[in-house]
Every structure is written in C-alpha cells, then in structure tokens.
C-alpha cells in the first residue's frame, strides 16, 4: 500500500519510497500499559512524571550497575504551547563522569515506528531473542540480559518520536502535520535531544546519533540540524539498514536499484547451501556494475542482451530459466520472495529472504501476506516493552505502539521536484567537520534497503571530504541483522571502534 503524502513528491521517489515504507504500511499490534494505581484517567497531554530506577545487569563476563530514566520531553517547535511530549528512556552507567561519557541518541524508522526494536535487539540492557528460532507471534517475551550491549562504551537513551511508543500529539491538527514531515520530524528530534542535554548535564559529553531503516535515513539530517539549529555538535553517525536516496528508482527504467540489490539476491540463493560472506560476493558485485548494468541499459529490445542476462541470473540465483525468459531477465523483489523457494512452497521475507514461511496461498503470487520476520516479532517484542516498563516503574495509561500504519499513509515528504533524501547531508556533515565518523551497517540478506546499493552511494565521497572516516559493514542477517547472534556482537565491536576512533580523533585535535 502507498503512503498518501500531504504533498507528493516526484512521481520518481514513489516505488523507492515502498521499498522502505514496507516497513510502515503493516500495522503493529500494541500492548496496554497499566495505569498508576492512584490514578484511573488522565489527560493526553500528560505523560508520567520522569522514573529513576537502578539496576545490576549481570553478565558472563562482567557485571554492570546502570541507572535508568524513564520520562518525556516536550516539542514546542517555537509555539508557546507544547506541540507533543516524546518518550525517552535512558539508560546510564554508574560513576561515569557525565563530562566525558559519551552519549548516544537511538532511534528506529518507519516513519511511525518505536525504538523498541534497537532497544531489544541490540543495544539496550535487556535483550529479546530475535534469531529465526525464535520468530513466532505466540513466542514468549523472555528478557535477558544482553551481553552485547553498548553501555560498556556509551550511554543511552531511546527516543520514540511522536505518535509512536507512548509519545502523544498534542497541539492538534495543525501539529500532526508538521511532526510528520521529513523536516518536521528532524526539527522536532533536534529539539528533544538539546532539551534532553540540558536537562540532564550532558551538553559537554561526546554525542552519537544511532538510527535503523529510515531513522537511519534521519541521522545525517539530523546531525546537520542539531548543529545549525540547536548548537550542539555529533561526534559519530551510526545507520543501520540505512536508504540514504528516495529517488534511487525510475518508474520507467530502474537500473541502479537492480543493480544495488543484485549481490543480496545471490547471497540469498547462495545462503541455502552454507555461510555467505561479503568477500564471496566480489564477483557478483563487479558484475552488477559493469555487464549486467549495461545489459539493463542495452534494453529489452535487444535479444542478445535479454539472453545473457538469462543465462547469467540462472546461474547466479538458481531461478527457474522460463520465469526468467518471461521476464526478459529481469526480476523483482516480489517475484523472487515467491520464486526462491517455490519448490517446497513457502514465501521468503523481504527483510530477511534467507527466512522463509509456508505460503498459505501458492496459487495467488500476487496476495499481500504478513511478513515472516517483520510481522511475527511484533507481538513479543511489543509484549517485552510492557515488561520493561514494569521494571523502570514508568506506565502511561493508554496504547504502547510498536508501529503505526496511518503514519506512513499521512507523512509528508515535501514539495520540491525531488524526492527526499540524505546523502548530500552526510556529505556535507563529513566534510565540514573532519572529526565526524560515520558507520552504516548492513545485512546480506536485506531486500529493503540492499547493502550495494548503499555501496554505490558512498563511493561518491572523495577520500579527503571524508571518505575514509566511513565504514560499511556488511554481516550476515536481514535489515535487522542484529537478530543473528554473531551479527549482533559484530555491529557491537564496531560501535565501539566507532567511539574509540572519533575520541582519538577529538584528542589529536586539541593537542
């Protein structure tokens, strides 16, 4: 289903814009939180007053004394009145000096999605088991401590932007509309993490942006914006699954988007007989961009080209060569979730197609079916949430949502000819202060936002505008690669490099 801007972008952006916003446009189930025995109603303007707790999280090789704040900031937006009160939930190592310990500012995406998924997959104190053993909508909602969190090197604090997690609207109409808008919502981001410094003592500390999926696509923007806007300087950039450019499609030839998805389709066939690695992958990405590139463009006119592209996608993906014939040697991300497996007759998942589900309906390729991964964790992981508030003693009355539809069907990407994106911001970002790093992660297996064509991007930024201060990570796992275990402890080895080289960086500079 397409989001319904309020303004629509070029017509260009709006099948680059449904390969992320697949994200969005399944709805999330949610969990009721509990309201404060004291108190049976309140007024939506209201969240609960901030909760301190501490905590012992005990870890097989070490054991860490953590305090969490659980609480919200308001969004005036320059209004007098608040135009909405963001959740954030803080989590902060004991006896760190506040000067000096970084901090971190995390994020998911949608738009219309809670943190609730970095939070527990990956960074947070406590962590839901999100391996393909594990994915089931009846699974229990078992936290456990999380060896592989990043409290060892930075703080957190989790920001559930408006409309999402218990984060409310409350100015209105007119509000609504300016929150969910690409500027709106970076504009609203910056003022809560400012807000957040201030009030906590930490405008001094070493400050991180962490972003998934299209909080990845918010994290150069907002790094642009916290500095022109609100003064406050970002040390290092971290982007998860990342789509950088809306506008990577044409509607009518779509070359560099078969291009940069190419190596994922390959490493999903070849993720059937073993491990896939990125190095294995050398050939296939040197043949998306150059004979199979030009193949693309030679066009369908041509019969030699539609016959070696054929005969190389058969060998490459194992597909059936007649549905390949059929298609003149092309193939979607649509038909592949459905062809990669049909023998046995299941679906793959788009944001991870090395996981696959019986598919209830064989015989309409076509019917829109819930997600293997995506759809099948949010029961448990929205469940977990309701857990972990009834540890940090914090329980707004009211819906906790994971994610929500009519979001993505109201957002407005803005009124220029171009459609949205965020390249040029990391560009500039990384060229204007020679300090910044920058990590993007991404999975091998992700058919949303596919590691190549991140690759492609990046290759644009000349080494001395700060290219060399980028690192793309490539693991094995989906567009939440952090599910595999191994993946989960690699995307942590790096952040940590991360801060590690942006403080050496900070250091050389003040000597």
Same mark, same amino acid.
């Given at each position: 289903?397409?989001?319904?801007?309020?303004?629509?972008?070029?017509?260009?952006?709006?099948?680059?814009?449904?390969?992320?916003? #697949?994200?969005?446009?399944?709805?999330?189930?949610?969990?009721?939180?509990?309201?404060?025995?004291?108190?049976?109603?309140?007024?939506?303007?209201?969240?609960?007053?901030?909760?301190? %707790?501490?905590?012992?999280?005990?870890?097989?090789?070490?054991?860490?004394? =953590?305090?969490?704040?659980?609480?919200?900031?308001?969004?005036?937006?320059?209004?007098?009145?608040?135009?909405?009160?963001?959740?954030?939930?803080?989590?902060?190592?004991?006896?760190?000096?506040?000067?000096?310990?970084?901090?971190?500012?995390?994020?998911?995406?949608?738009? &219309?999605?809670?943190?609730?998924?970095?939070?527990?997959?990956?960074?947070?104190?406590?962590?839901?088991?999100?391996?393909?053993?594990?994915?089931?909508?009846?699974?229990?909602?078992?936290?456990?401590?999380?060896?592989?969190?990043?409290?060892?090197?930075?703080?957190? @604090?989790?920001?559930?932007?408006?409309?999402?997690? *218990?984060?409310?609207?409350?100015?209105?109409?007119?509000?609504?509309?300016?929150?969910?808008?690409?500027?709106?919502?970076?504009?609203?981001?910056?003022?809560?993490?400012?807000?957040?410094?201030?009030?906590?003592?930490?405008?001094?500390?070493?400050?991180?942006?962490?972003?998934?999926?299209?909080?990845?696509?918010?994290?150069?923007?907002?790094?642009?914006?916290?500095?022109?806007?609100?003064? @406050?300087?970002?040390?290092?950039?971290?982007?998860?699954?990342?789509?950088?450019?809306?506008?990577?499609?044409?509607?009518?030839?779509?070359?560099?988007?078969?291009?940069?998805?190419?190596?994922?389709?390959?490493?999903?066939?070849?993720?059937?007989?073993?491990?896939?690695?990125?190095?294995?992958?050398?050939?296939?990405?040197?043949?998306?961009?150059?004979?199979?590139?030009?193949?693309?463009?030679?066009?369908?006119?041509?019969?030699?080209?539609?016959?070696?592209?054929?005969?190389?996608?058969? #060998?490459?993906? &194992?597909?059936?060569?007649?549905?390949?014939?059929?298609?003149?040697?092309?193939?979607?991300?649509?038909?592949?979730?459905?062809?990669?497996?049909?023998?046995?007759?299941?679906?793959?998942?788009?944001?991870?197609?090395?996981?696959?589900?019986?598919?209830?309906?064989?015989?309409?390729?076509?019917?829109?079916?819930?997600?293997?991964?995506?759809?099948?964790?949010?029961?448990?992981?929205?469940?977990?949430?309701?857990?972990?508030?009834?540890?940090?003693?914090?329980?707004?009355?009211?819906? *906790?949502?994971?994610?929500?539809?009519? =979001?993505?069907?109201?957002?407005?990407?803005?009124?220029?000819?171009?459609?949205?994106?965020?390249?040029?911001?990391?560009? %500039?970002?990384?060229?204007?202060?020679?300090?910044?790093?920058?990590?993007?992660?991404?999975?091998?297996?992700?058919?949303?936002?596919? *590691?190549?064509?991140?690759?492609?991007?990046?290759?644009? =930024?000349? #080494?001395?505008?700060?290219?060399?201060?980028?690192?793309?990570?490539?693991?094995? &796992?989906?567009?939440?690669?952090?599910?595999?275990?191994?993946?989960?402890?690699?995307?942590?080895?790096?952040?940590?490099?991360?801060?590690?080289?942006?403080?050496?960086?900070? @250091?050389?500079?003040?000597?």
């Amino acid at each position: 289903m397409k989001p319904t801007p309020t303004r629509s972008p070029a017509p260009c952006a709006w099948r680059a814009a449904l390969a992320l916003l #697949a994200l969005l446009t399944l709805s999330a189930p949610v969990a009721r939180a509990a309201p404060p025995a004291e108190a049976t109603t309140r007024q939506a303007a209201a969240l609960p007053s901030e909760s301190i %707790t501490h905590h012992t999280l005990v870890l097989p090789d070490r054991t860490l004394h =953590i305090t969490a704040i659980a609480g919200s900031e308001p969004v005036r937006l320059g209004e007098p009145a608040s135009q909405a009160a963001v959740a954030t939930t803080a989590y902060l190592l004991d006896g760190a000096d506040p000067a000096t310990r970084p901090v971190a500012f995390v994020f998911n995406g949608g738009p &219309g999605f809670a943190s609730a998924w970095l939070q527990l997959g990956a960074l947070g104190p406590w962590h839901l088991p999100m391996d393909a053993t594990a994915i089931s909508p009846s699974a229990r909602p078992a936290l456990l401590p999380n060896a592989d969190t990043w409290l060892d090197f930075t703080d957190l @604090v989790f920001i559930d932007p408006p409309g999402t997690g *218990y984060s409310e609207i409350l100015g209105g109409e007119a509000a609504r509309h300016r929150l969910w808008s690409v500027d709106g919502d970076i504009a609203a981001l910056a003022e809560v993490i400012r807000r957040w410094l201030d009030e906590h003592g930490r405008i001094a500390a070493p400050k991180l942006l962490v972003g998934e999926s299209y909080g990845g696509f918010r994290v150069p923007l907002l790094a642009r914006a916290l500095a022109s806007q609100q003064g @406050v300087g970002v040390r290092g950039l971290v982007m998860i699954s990342p789509l950088l450019d809306f506008g990577r499609d044409s509607s009518v030839l779509d070359p560099l988007s078969a291009v940069g998805r190419l190596p994922s389709l390959v490493a999903v066939a070849r993720s059937a007989q073993g491990p896939v690695t990125r190095a294995s992958l050398a050939a296939v990405e040197h043949y998306a961009s150059t004979d199979y590139l030009l193949d693309l463009l030679r066009g369908e006119s041509d019969p030699a080209a539609v016959a070696r592209l054929v005969d190389r996608l058969t #060998a490459l993906t &194992g597909l059936d060569r007649t549905l390949l014939r059929e298609r003149d040697g092309r193939i979607d991300v649509a038909t592949f979730l459905h062809a990669i497996d049909r023998r046995d007759g299941r679906i793959a998942s788009r944001y991870d197609a090395s996981i696959t589900m019986p598919d209830p309906y064989p015989a309409t390729p076509g019917l829109h079916l819930p997600d293997p991964v995506l759809d099948a964790l949010e029961p448990p992981l929205t469940e977990a949430m309701a857990l972990v508030y009834d540890r940090l003693a914090w329980h707004p009355a009211g819906l *906790y949502r994971l994610g929500d539809r009519s =979001i993505a069907r109201q957002w407005d990407w803005g009124d220029s000819f171009h459609p949205p994106e965020s390249f040029t911001a990391l560009r %500039t970002a990384l060229a204007f202060d020679p300090h910044l790093h920058a990590l993007i992660i991404h999975g091998l297996f992700d058919l949303v936002t596919p *590691y190549f064509a991140t690759r492609l991007l990046l290759d644009q =930024i000349p #080494a001395a505008a700060g290219g060399e201060r980028v690192q793309l990570l490539v693991l094995p &796992g989906g567009h939440m690669p952090y599910t595999e275990d191994a993946s989960r402890a690699a995307l942590r080895q790096a952040a940590q490099g991360l801060v590690a080289a942006s403080r050496s960086a900070h @250091v050389s500079a003040s000597r």
